[in-house]
């Protein structure tokens, strides 16, 4: 499903995903993690990347994410400690795997990688002017969340964030939604999710969101939104005629 205004009648409140959904997934995180397993080899003299990027869910053939692999859904911290599980499991001693990961682990930069995926000051004031709140739901932390809202020129237009540091369930529970909606005395039937993962829209789905939405700028394919989403969209931008 596709296109047409009205998607958003009945919705006073819209909830993205960041990564994937708002900024470009892999422009942030592809980098990252072959930057992260480059490292890790130079530190431990082991040859790793394979199974670190089959472990964190990323396809180095094509330099993209895989949807529902862990690199798309997980906590910083716990990417963290997978990393050194992984070192483990490929045979580094527990010392040495996690004193690597230690010294290799560099966040990426929210500001400098974030590339948004639409004119989200143009989108955000459709939403606004609509009479809709705007909230942001991301298993990343609410530090680079802020800073790479606040880059964007977007943060004065977001009224609710739920992250991953902020002590409540992440994706696919539904938790997240639900702390937005309490936040901002909005009821989940009245509440779109929005974003371009399985754990985004089954999140959405778990919260009794009024509607769920997918969108194809990310890490997942028309058929592995298709099961969770009421309405799928190339990208967000489509929503500033709704």
Known sequence: MTGGHGRLDGIDLVIFDKDGTLIDFDAMWSPWVANLAGRLESLTGRVLAAGLFDGLGFDASTGRAIAGGPLTATPMARLYELTAELLIA????????????GRAWEPP?????????ADLRRLFGALTAGGRRIAVATTDDRDPTERTLAALGVA???????CADDGIPVKPAPEM??????????????????????????MGRAAGAGLVVGVLSGVGARADLEPY????????A?????
């Open 109 to 117: 930069d929210p500001v400098a990688l974030a590339r948004p995926l």
């Open 156 to 162: 004065n237009l977001v009224d609710a964030l739920a």
């Open 90 to 101: 490929a045979g580094v001693d527990e010392g040495t795997a996690r004193a690597a990961v």
């Open 229 to 236: 989403a009421d309405l799928i969209l190339g990208s967000v």
């Open 238 to 242: 489509e929503l500033a005629s709704g």
């Open 177 to 202: 939604v639900w702390a937005v909606c309490r936040a901002l005395s909005v009821e989940p039937a009245r509440a779109a999710i929005v974003g371009d993962s399985p754990a985004d829209l089954a």
